[in-house]
């Protein structure tokens, strides 16, 4: 295999099967997990180390202080616990993190373009797209053509799961194999990496609701 690719790894559902979707594509040679002082990072990055390890990457994290200092809700360690009845526009502003993906895939170009890789690849969905912009088809191609300007290799964003809704990565992990065990998709910390996730927070709603329209609803019984 002759392409080859730098990934953004949370630890979350969707970097985790990205990883999984992309193997027939690209040798996948450098994960990227950031570190902006959000609630759960310790166990973002345990989660996200793991899975590195799981599939032979090289892992690293990346800080960014900065971040959290201009970014005032409830995602990072100043703000309440999350608790929400609904996803959609409000909740997805509730953990918004200016420019986050933007900032992201640049910092990744900046390896891309120094290694010499073919693909930075994104967990970017379909669902997650309805209420986060950043995840948006249209967001994806406009950073594509950025690095044709940006950068000297021009690398491609992969992102796999674009066209897929939560229950249909959850499908696709279980089709794959994927080492489900190892992620972490809850927003709220515990402290600890192996504490069950919270069950409030968006990402878990939309977890839950992915593994109940799934084909293995017994997973919720891994995670809450």
């Not at 992990?173 to 515990?190: D, I, M, Q, T, V």
């Amino acid at each position: 295999m002759n392409k080859s690719g730098v990934i953004l790894l949370s630890g979350g559902l969707d970097s985790l099967v990205s990883i999984c979707a992309s193997l027939e594509i690209c040798k996948i040679e450098l994960a990227l997990t950031f570190d902006y002082s959000q609630r759960a990072a310790k166990e973002e990055i345990q989660a996200a180390s793991n899975i590195a390890r799981h599939y032979n990457i090289e892992h690293r994290v990346i800080k960014l202080p900065f971040l959290s200092e201009i970014t005032d809700n409830a995602l990072t360690k100043n703000g309440a616990n999350l608790d929400f009845e609904k996803m959609d526009k409000d909740s997805a502003k509730a953990v918004w993190v200016p420019n986050r993906n933007g900032l992201f895939l640049n910092i990744a170009a900046c390896f891309a373009d120094s290694k010499g890789y073919d693909y930075i690849i994104i967990g970017a969905n379909k669902e997650e797209a309805g209420t986060f912009p950043d995840n948006d088809v249209d967001f994806l191609d406009s950073a594509d053509s950025f690095f044709e300007f940006s950068t000297l290799m021009h690398p491609k964003i992969l992102a796999p799961l674009k066209n897929l809704y939560k229950h249909e990565i959850i499908n696709l992990a279980l089709e794959k194999g994927s080492p489900l065990e190892y992620l972490k998709s809850c927003y709220n910390s515990s402290g600890e990496y192996e504490k069950k996730h919270c069950g409030k927070c968006e990402s878990c709603k939309r977890l839950r609701d992915a593994i109940l329209k799934s084909v293995n609803k017994d997973l919720l019984k891994l995670f809450f």
